[in-house]
């Protein structure tokens, strides 16, 4: 059974940093994508970043230059570093793991929160 586990939401004002981490139970090199995703209240799930296997990151423009996507092949963890956070980056936070082979799988933590307040 996957379970992906995040942590490291939290309150934060407007400017600042936190850190997001995505660990799995099982070997993340087994997936082909891993990533990040959030809901904003009254909105639909976003793509915010992916990583590919091969170590290829993928951006949604409003977070590109401010949060970086990372993983950690040892720990079986993907991070996300937020900097610069703005109260529009306000939302559930979702960790994202794919498998693409003959059948595809998609995997999803249960969320964390962040809060930038203004």
């Known amino acids: 059974q996957v379970q992906l586990a995040e942590s490291g939401g939290g309150l934060v004002q407007a400017g600042g940093s936190l850190r997001l981490s995505c660990a799995a139970s099982v070997s993340i090199s087994s997936f082909n994508i891993m990533g990040w995703y959030r809901q904003a209240p009254g909105k639909q799930r976003e793509l915010v970043a992916l990583?590919?296997?091969?170590?290829?990151?993928n951006y949604a423009d409003s977070v590109k230059d401010r949060f970086a996507i990372s993983r950690d092949n040892a720990k079986n963890t993907v991070y996300l570093q937020m900097n610069s956070l703005k109260p529009d980056d306000t939302a559930v936070y979702y960790c994202?793991?794919?498998?693409?082979?003959?059948?595809?799988?998609?995997?999803w933590g249960q969320g964390t929160q962040v809060t930038v307040s203004s």
């Open positions: 990583i590919s296997m091969g170590g290829t990151a």
């Open positions: 994202y793991a794919g498998v693409y082979e003959s059948t595809r799988r998609d995997y």
